[in-house]
């Protein structure tokens, strides 16, 4: 790992995080840290059953509690108009459930009162009478003919169906697997996780009686989209809202969408003429917010007999709780799940995903996921170490032959994408020189043959990521665009203020967005403050998932500086009276052509432009700019990871040993908060390899309510990070950037899965799904004799 | 006075203020509504003396109370760099006094303690040892060979001396004089007067020892020049700077400039790492923030003996107090003075004005002035009524002779001055009409010849002012230009918000721009929410004073929705697959020419643009604009006024019975706000005219410290209004519109004092100085006979 110098670079490079400050010494202040005269406090009242037809509501004894201050329904919520709120995928779900409840833990009532205790007391006294109704909860179960009725789908038509899409051409695939040598086909599981952010969520809503503006300060990623929807759905006058997100500890995707609590702690603030607050304690974060993942998935590879890749063939069924959550990109119907054709160069691909409701949680955008990118880039990458098992080929090699190649970009793939730029295979051979592949290899030769010490296990995966969901041929949320605003004031003294859309949620905003404009402008990063998370002070945008701040409020930030830069010349052209045409840029400042010590900074002419120089007509004084940007593309994040794992077979129990990941994000505006990005994702990967899945018993009932139940990772899981990187800057960003927030977990849980498959090979494992507990890893091993033969490869 | 109708007018049009919910229910946010956890309290030990050396400071007893945090001395502030600050116009003032202190009241040190009675209590504790200096109380003393040295000027060169500047064309104008029939002359003073605003100034300065961001709430008219008078003068960087003005308590131009408690207050929160809050109480901020007038003037008008009009001559001693707090035209030297040519078509004229320093408080932009505009109107106004007297006219019909004609505009005055449009003999014709002049004549008349009732006087104004700063070529404060800044978003719902630089002391600003908008797009008022008083959500610009809100801001608010209209031209045009060109606005929609069905609603095509429509390459989704505004000249309102009073003999008292303004400016946004800003300045006019004095004893001692003694009017000094309007809409404004702020408190004074003058006509007054209390006005009439060849002209 590489020291973080502590000077502030002009530009891009190292330097501490400037949010750093306050963080560090415990002074971030979060939606919970908000406290307003009068306050109270609001707790939602949850469905015991996962399942069940709602007969009645009796709210009298919670009224009657001298310190609860209201109780709010279903009812309550008709008349202002806030019944049912959007998701992110034009589906919508009831705020507070009037008719059914449809998983557990959803919510039913919510009481606004003195204080959080009183709060909860009073949901104690609430008698609602339930019927309950058998659930579903196996995706599986969901479209069969005799199955239990939760909804129907849009058009009214089939019974707990939401979507089918498909993506590819299933002729040519068809024809291509036909001819096929051979044909490796697995079924696997990418189980339900929970993206666990260390916040909860929740909000502090103040409807001011007097000026009818409504504050919401809340845990969302997405502020103006937020604050659109509540204007759309509501008819709350969009002028009048104003959301507010303060320092987030964490998102993950899991504060994208609109919780029930947000709503009520708005309705609860207009009912009660005060400032509510409702924070969700864990259980109800881990119960009822977005989940992401719960995939059947069939996939078949086919492939030459020496390893010549032809066709990838998927179907999924995906489970998507009682409400589809997920952000659905609408204008290219196969979503982002079409990138399932890998890093690969293949002849033919098709994919078919069947969406379907059951009883649980929605599931959301959530967790580091891109739009469906994760599970595609694990089961491609399962495949494709099946086949080499099926082929009795070294994995790497297998991948090697197969890669895209320098030459091919920008390559359209299979399914009508544009990758951007890359070198694939000098990412694979960097990754196998840190990890010292062939030794590696050598090493589990020796160890199979001695038989001492655990088992030892190497896993290689490549990934390819669609980031940056903003071009307009691609998607829209809900009719909006995926734009995103940038504004940038440079004051008289020269400092600056950059206004963005994205929403930070831990990941340096305030430092990698100063340093683009640094680099673009010349001002140091520390005279630049970048605001966000505020709708009344930001242009509006569509937030921060799917990797997209870079890709988006990025290029937005290098176009707005850039602006700026054209404006000072014409304003440093009236200073030198010369013509623009003469001047030449040099970071931070213009000089005249052939006169280096004739140059004005930006300083200077950030003064100049506030004054009474007199500019050109219809140049205005001043040294703004804004910028709303649509990438012209998305952009393609890739990388290679190896990981190295021991496993004991006797208690099942996995060590990831090593971890070597080289990644490429084009280029990297500061290296240390790229490296932060990849080590996080990292451990989320073991951690869904390994240990998460958010369980659920036949009766529907929610397995993982707190964080003994729903394990997820720490340092104690994670080795140390070995980083590599290659620098292919994609050509369709205005500085090369490509994102990197989700890479390492949308790259890693496939290297440690095929790590312990790899590990468990002797005993003749092909496949085995997540988590690998030490449960999953034993039972796998039961009944399994040693193989030597296939210890040997 | 006209009924304001409760409907809301989609564009220009009477209709309730927005900011009246709050304000009449007592919901209004001020500075002292500001209180902040573990927030401090300041307090300011001023100068007993006018003039005197400061021997020593002793702050250890105060240091000593418990309850008190810090004592703050100029020696704290040097090392701050705080020690000075600037005034408005490139003099600079001592925060705190180190060497001398200059007035009765300069603030000598600042304690910071718990609570606002701790801290009062800890100054009297401090000890402070003056050596007395004679002071200088009256500015014809200050440039005597022997006066006490209170400053030399800018150059080092003249002891008490701050500037000479002269308008106009010396020769040209001795020679019109060497030939008219009649000169007359007079000497008079415009008493120094305050403009005492209900909320005195304050601030609560918070200075985030984590972030290092200073927030000051504060009593300022102009947020952004004060950030960036911070950021130049401290160095504190601008960006970390956050200046809100919440709603002011009024302004009238005692809130542009930077008082030493305001710097007081952020230096306190920089040492305690606590918010600290400072708010003057009503004797300090009468004694010690900016004054206004102090102008002794010797005026001299020259005339043919049938009261033609031919030039003006005017001398004026410039009492500016201890520092020079008046903002300095410096590009245009004679300032605005300059319009001292009145409403007349003269042939000649020239101005000298001498500005002095005193022993007195510093003079500011204050009081409704126009910097300057008020004592030149009254000079000129009440030089033609001396006229008038010394011909034997009516001063209705010597103006009627004078007035410019509308064929002369735009009409170039005899100091360069570009008078832009006017109808005038239609306004005096209008205000005599109302007021029944012939009939006012003949009853004044027939009571002098009775000799029943108080005597009756008749007097008028006519006024031309020159307002809003702006243009590039006249001014600039501090190095910075007078532009204003404006912002349009309108949000996905078609909603708006307007961000302006202006600042609204009770104005109405969030209704008058409100309506600019919703008359250029079709939005109603009701749909934008107008923003201002906060650095941190709004474009740079210079504030509000000097009428300078319509001016410029509604230039810019106006400009800025026009091109968002534009926008919205091709959005539509996108959307409806025509070429703009195609397209015809008509108010709140485009639609295609000769299809008037076809057309796309603003809110329509906001969603659009803020959705995934493809538009042309380059045109970014959404539907915002911005402005920077330097308006292309000043405006001139213009206006006629008369005043009718019966002043008692016996006492000396004045009764304003009827007051007829026709005021001219321009188009009216909001009719009914023109009114109230109409109403408010004439019953300032009465103030100065019959009440407002600062008086000061012979060793400089402030005789004004309350409103016991400094009397200021109320609704029972004034008649029932009567007013008229004429609009001549100005040809260098995008609306039309002129700005009515101070019109009426410029306009008003000369008519009243006219009237007074007037009818103590038939004891031989041909002038009396302001303010003309009853003792005034009994000493006035001592040992002068009542002459009835006089009293009837």
């Known amino acids: 790992m590489t020291t973080t110098e502590n000077h502030t670079p002009m530009g891009f490079g190292r330097m501490h995080r400037k949010e750093d400050a306050r963080f560090i010494r415990g002074h971030g202040q979060y939606v919970d840290d908000v406290n307003l005269p009068g306050m109270l406090h609001g707790a939602v009242l949850r469905s015991p059953h996962a399942h069940a037809r709602i007969v009645s509501i009796d709210t009298s004894a919670a009224e009657a509690h001298p310190k609860v201050k209201a109780v709010i329904t279903g009812q309550t919520l008709e008349g202002l108009n806030l019944a049912w709120m959007p998701t992110l995928s034009h589906d919508v779900q009831a705020v507070l459930a009037t008719d059914k409840v449809r998983f557990q833990g959803q919510e039913v009532a919510f009481v606004v009162a003195d204080d959080r205790y009183a709060a909860r007391d009073a949901l104690e006294v609430i008698d609602v009478e339930y019927e309950a109704l058998p659930p579903v909860v196996d995706a599986r179960r969901a479209l069969e003919p005799d199955a239990p009725v939760i909804r129907t789908d849009i058009d009214g038509k089939r019974d707990n169906h939401i979507f089918d899409w498909e993506a590819g051409d299933a002729a040519r695939t068809d024809e291509v697997f036909a001819s096929a040598d051979v044909v490796s086909a697995q079924d696997m599981l990418y189980p339900r996780v929970h993206p666990a952010p260390m916040e909860t969520c929740g909000a502090v809503a103040h409807m001011d009686p007097i000026t009818g503006k409504l504050t919401v300060w809340t845990t969302t990623q997405a502020p103006h989209a937020h604050r659109t929807l509540y204007a759309l759905v509501a008819g709350l006058p969009e002028h009048k809202i104003r959301v507010i997100s303060p320092d987030i500890g964490g998102g993950f995707g899991n504060k994208v969408g609109i919780y029930p609590g947000y709503v009520c702690a708005v309705v609860g603030s207009i009912v009660t003429g005060k400032p509510v607050k409702w924070m969700e304690d864990r259980s109800e974060n881990l119960m009822s917010t977005s989940f992401a993942r719960d995939y059947h998935m069939h996939g078949e590879i086919a492939a030459t007999r020496d390893g010549k890749i032809l066709g990838v063939r998927v179907n999924v069924l995906a489970d998507h709780g009682a409400f589809n959550g997920t952000a659905q990109p609408t204008k290219f119907p196969a979503g982002f799940f079409s990138v399932f054709t890998g890093s690969y160069d293949i002849e033919a691909a098709h994919c ?390 989700e890479s390492a977990t949308v790259g890693s849980p496939a290297a440690v899965v095929n790590a312990v498959v790899d590990a468990l090979k002797p005993y003749g494992v092909r496949h085995a799904d997540m988590p690998l507990t030490p449960a999953a890893v034993w039972r796998a091993l039961q009944n399994r004799p040693l193989r030597t033969d296939l210890a040997i490869t």
Not at 368 to 397: H, Q
Not at 474 to 497: F, Q, S, Y
Not at 614 to 631: M, Q, R, S
Not at 632 to 656: M, R
Request: a negative charge.
């Open 352 to 741: 078919a995903v069947t969406g379907v409701y059951t009883n649980k949680a929605p599931g959301g955008v959530a967790y580091a996921c891109s739009f469906r990118i994760t599970e595609a880039v694990y089961l491609v990458e399962r495949l494709v170490d099946v086949l080499a098992y099926d082929l009795g080929m070294d994995p790497a090699e297998l991948r090697k032959r197969n890669l895209l190649r320098p030459e091919q970009f920008p390559y359209v793939s299979k399914t009508g994408w544009e990758y951007d730029s890359g070198d694939y295979p000098r990412a694979l051979s960097q990754a196998m020189d840190i990890a010292g592949y062939a030794e590696l290899r050598e090493e589990q030769k020796r160890r199979a043959v001695s038989g001492d010490g655990p088992l030892m296990g190497i896993g290689i995966s490549f990934f390819t990521e669609a980031v940056g969901a903003g071009p307009r041929k691609h998607m829209d949320i809900l009719g909006l665009g995926m734009a995103d605003g940038a504004e940038l004031r440079v004051h008289p003294t020269g400092k600056a203020v950059l206004r963005l859309s994205c929403q930070s949620q831990g990941q340096g905003h305030e430092t990698t967005f100063a340093q683009i404009v640094a680099e673009e402008l010349g001002i140091s990063p520390d005279d630049i403050e970048v605001v966000h998370g505020d709708t009344d002070q930001t242009p509006f945008g569509l937030g921060t998932y799917g990797s997209r701040s870079t890709p988006v409020s990025g290029g937005a930030t290098a176009v707005v500086a850039r602006r700026v830069r054209e404006r000072a010349k014409i304003v440093a052209s009236a200073m030198l009276e010369v013509s623009p045409d003469d001047l030449e840029w040099e970071k931070g400042r213009w000089f005249v052509q052939g006169d280096p010590d004739s140059g004005k900074t930006i300083q200077e002419i950030a003064l100049a432009a506030h004054s009474d120089l007199e500019l050109p007509d219809g140049v205005e004084g001043h040294l703004d700019a804004t910028c709303v940007y649509n990438p012209p593309n998305l952009t393609y994040p890739f990388g290679a990871y190896i990981c190295v794992v021991d496993v004991d077979p006797e208690t099942g129990q996995v060590k990831v040993r090593r971890f070597v990941a080289v990644d490429d994000c084009g280029v990297r505006i500061n290296p240390t908060i790229v490296e932060g990005q990849v080590h996080g994702g990292l451990a989320e990967g073991i951690g869904m390899a390994l240990m998460q899945v958010m369980a659920f018993d036949e009766d529907g009932n929610h397995l993982g309510g707190s964080f003994m139940d729903y394990l997820i990772p720490t340092s104690m899981e994670c080795p140390s990070w070995e980083l590599g990187e290659t620098v292919t800057p994609s050509p369709h960003h205005p500085i090369g950037a490509k994102g990197v927030g």
